[in-house]
């Protein structure tokens, strides 16, 4: 295990507000961070908090290795950065965490795959690359369904609801491959979220309910209700098997769904996650400072929560106007994302409450 001494720089592979959180975590044990990103700087969130800034694509390997050669570790806040060019980081300094976690995660069939084979459970599936395969997977599995690109896709994004078998003809589909589920009859939806030291040490935070409006995180309460927090162990016993099986470093997050059968795998994410915010406040070290102590090979900070509880609400395209209001309750804790453009389904910011 490697320690890196304060002073050093980490480099962050994305522009957005997850690099602008973990960023500022590290800047309060005294690191510095320089961001990587295509975007100009003036575009980048990240950028308006961190020392140093390097405009570039994410396949760009030249560009990648001059970047890694500024600093004394490499991570990332995005996990779809093309996981071959990150070879030409090797050499100059660690990736945490590794690109073998992209490689899964990027992949929904290969992340399924990969789940099944360590004893988890996904929503019925089958991989789509013709209008004969989804035809094929709409028969077999049954509808309601969604299909899904294989790769890229967030927030909602690059989905088509399948709600009868007639909804799956004629669509245009991409030249991308393509994933169809099956739905999934549940009563909640959770994460289950960790931090892996570069030891193995593993420590979780308090799994949140998750509520989505337009397949959009919208509000997240820990802890989550009992029927929910029944079935974390198995959850975060299936999380401690991936961490595990890829060497893993940094924080990583499952998302799941809770049913009558048992927790099924949704998707993994691996990095620090927008249903993990609350922590800022809410535990007694943050997921990105967790994150930024595995990756510096620190000690590892508890998770445990501070109060009783917490509430995390996105502040999603002109909500974030309402900062006057939030501002003025003391219970609130309001974090703005520094975006110049409030568009409907971008995140701008959260606000987090103490349930004391």
Known sequence: MRTIAPGATIGILGGGQLGRMMALAAAQLGYSAHVYAPEPREASVAAQVSAAYTQGAYDDEAALAAFARQVAVVTYEFENVAAAPLAAIAPHAPLFPPARALEVAQDRVNEKSFVEALGGTPAPWLAVDSAADLARAVETIGAPGILKTRRDGYDGKGQWRIMAPADAQGLDLPDAGLIYEGFVHFFGEFSVILVRGQDGEVRFWDSAQNEHEG??????????????????????????????????????????????????????????????????????????????????????????????????????????????????????????????QARPGRKMGHVTRLVK
């Open 215 to 340: 397949g959009i995180l919208a509000r997240s309460t820990v802890p989550a209700p009992p029927a929910i927090a029944a079935q974390v162990p198995a959850a975060r016993d299936l999380a401690a098997k991936v961490a595990q099986a890829l060497d893993y470093v940094g924080v990583l997050t499952l998302e799941f769904f809770a049913t009558d059968a048992g927790p099924v795998f949704n998707e993994m994410a691996p990095r620090v996650h927008n249903s993990g915010h609350w922590s800022i406040e809410g535990a007694l070290a943050s997921q990105f400072e967790n994150h930024v102590r595995a990756i510096l090979g620190l000690p590892l900070g508890s998770p445990e929560l501070v109060t009783r509880g917490a509430v995390m609400d996105n502040l999603i395209g002109d909500a974030a106007d309402a900062w006057p209001q939030l501002l003025a309750d003391p219970a609130n804790h309001l974090h703005l994302y520094g975006k110049a």
